[in-house]
């Protein structure tokens, strides 16, 4: 089942405010991390921060010297604000960003990370420490994954929505013929002993593994053609670990290769529900259908249908690429006064007041405000009472979704007429 929209949205928010802080450069060593854990005595972080001012009155270059001490002094009255840390403590990012032309601007960011922190740390440098927080933005599920028959297994992992292929290899058993006599029962023997050995062979690669990191896994899947794969579970090659994780029941596969491994999550959906990379495929391709269907087909895609769909109330299911960094900018034109607005990637934001007004072409435009296309998008999903789901750009899905749409569609309540043109079909 999906996360409510809520998590997704601080899913979403949490990842992009980690991408917008590891922008930031320095044009020295004055950009300042600071990590204060739970339970911390924010008394002691204030000594210490006095301390460090006191020290970086020692620093050589006069415009670094005078960055860090801004970047202490704001910190400190930053901390200040704060009777203790939170539950799951605190991250502080300030300093001193380089801009161009030899020129800086300050920056401050202030986190409250989604899990506890368990280090306290001060770290100085041209870019902010990010490392303990990316470790938190990890996928919630991680599968194993086995397809085998006598011929050939591969063994990979399904993190969260991604697939990844980590061993592949080919038996050297022989294929049976049509011998007779004597020969033809040896030549048995040397197939079933050639089997065996390749059998304990695959047992060894999944203890290497999968073995190691057991604890991480929310389970083993195990499939392939034929009756093989039962066999070689009932006969128990697997480690005694590893065996008491392999989900009931196996996969049957056409395949053994990487193409035996999606298959084999794809039919997995029966059983496992949570899987995330299936329910995102099962999602996608109802859009896809929707989009193929005639004119009245229920889906909207790219900003301006997926909007006006949102404003009549007729979205369903509101389907957003995980990885769009939009920003709706507010604009208005100082010759006619219009008034609108324009979604455009981050990287344009700081140029979008050279377009030209829509009303009477004239240029330069006047920023009067500027908000988070995602979470304008939430927001108005939300009012609607329309379901939300975030799409990883990881999968074959979300990338279609991405270069194909925009990064935004819909799955509609009733049938709204297009007005921009169908893409081709994927």
Same mark, same amino acid.
């Given at each position: 089942m999906a996360d409510?929209?809520?998590?997704?949205?601080?899913?979403?928010?949490?990842k992009r405010k980690?991408?917008?802080?590891a922008l930031a450069r320095g044009r020295a060593t004055e950009l300042i991390s600071l990590y204060v854990p739970p339970g911390k005595q924010l008394s002691d972080v204030m000594a210490y921060l006095r301390n460090e001012y006191a020290q970086s009155s020692n620093i050589k270059s006069r415009t670094t010297r005078k960055n860090v001490m801004w970047a202490i002094e704001s910190l400190m009255g930053r901390v200040r604000q704060y009777k203790e840390a939170p539950a799951s403590g605190l991250a502080f990012f300030v300093g001193s960003k380089a801009v161009g032309a030899d020129k800086s601007e300050p920056v401050t960011f202030i986190v409250e990370p989604p899990e506890p922190l368990n280090t306290y740390l001060y770290r100085c440098d041209s870019t902010f420490f990010l490392e303990p927080?990316?470790?938190?933005?990890?996928?919630p599920e991680i599968w194993?994954?086995?397809?085998?028959? #006598?011929?050939?297994?591969?063994?990979?992992?399904?993190r969260g929505k991604r697939i990844e292929v980590l061993r592949n290899k080919e038996s050297q058993v022989p294929s049976k013929h049509g011998r007779g006599g004597q020969s033809a029962h040896r030549f048995e023997r040397m197939i079933e002993h050639a089997a065996h050995d390749f059998f304990v062979r695959i047992a060894e690669m999944s203890t290497e593994i999968f073995?190691?990191?057991?604890?991480?896994?929310?389970?083993?899947?195990?499939?392939?053609?034929?009756a093989t794969k039962e066999f070689f579970f009932n006969e128990g090659f697997l480690?005694?670990?590893?065996?008491?994780?392999?989900?009931?029941?196996?996969?049957?596969?056409?395949?053994?290769?990487?193409?035996?491994?999606?298959?084999?999550?794809?039919?997995?959906?029966?059983?496992?529900?949570?899987?995330?990379?299936?329910?995102?495929?099962?999602?996608?391709?109802?859009?896809?259908?929707?989009?193929? #269907?005639a004119e009245l087909g229920l889906a909207a895609y790219g900003e301006r249908?997926?909007?006006?769909?949102?404003?009549?109330?007729?979205?369903?299911?509101?389907?957003?690429?995980?990885?769009? #960094?939009?920003?709706?900018?507010?604009?208005?034109?100082?010759?006619?006064?219009?008034?609108?607005?324009?979604?455009?990637?981050?990287?344009?934001?700081?140029?979008v007041r050279d377009g030209k007004c829509p009303t009477c072409g004239a240029t330069p435009l006047t920023v009067t405000g500027a908000e988070d296309y995602v979470e304008g998008l939430f927001q108005r999903a939300r009012a609607?009472?329309?379901?939300?789901?975030?799409?990883?750009?990881?999968?074959?899905?979300?990338?279609?979704?991405?270069?194909?749409?925009?990064?935004?569609?819909?799955?509609?309540?009733?049938?709204?007429?297009?007005?921009?043109?169908?893409?081709?079909?994927?």
């Open positions: 409510s929209a809520d998590l997704q949205l601080a899913r979403y928010s949490f980690l991408d917008e802080i927080l990316l470790s938190m933005v990890h996928e194993g994954l086995i397809v085998m028959d #006598r011929a050939e297994v591969t063994i990979g992992v399904l073995l190691p990191k057991k604890d991480e896994f929310q389970g083993i899947l195990l499939g392939g053609p034929g480690h005694y670990e590893l065996q008491q994780k392999v989900v009931q029941p196996l996969f049957d596969t056409g395949y053994t290769d990487e193409h035996g491994l999606k298959e084999m999550v794809e039919k997995a959906t029966q059983t496992l529900h949570g899987l995330e990379l299936t329910e995102e495929k099962r999602i996608v391709q109802q859009l896809l259908a929707e989009i193929r #269907r249908d997926v909007a006006a769909a949102l404003d009549a109330g007729a979205v369903d299911t509101l389907l957003v690429s995980e990885g769009l #960094r939009r920003k709706r900018v507010a604009l208005s034109c100082p010759a006619c006064g219009a008034a609108f607005a324009r979604a455009v990637p981050d990287e344009e934001v700081d140029t609607s009472g329309a379901n939300v789901r975030l799409i990883s750009g990881e999968s074959e899905e979300g990338e279609m979704l991405r270069k194909a749409f925009g990064g935004v569609a819909a799955l509609l309540r009733y049938p709204m007429a297009r007005r921009q043109a169908r893409p081709a079909a994927p």
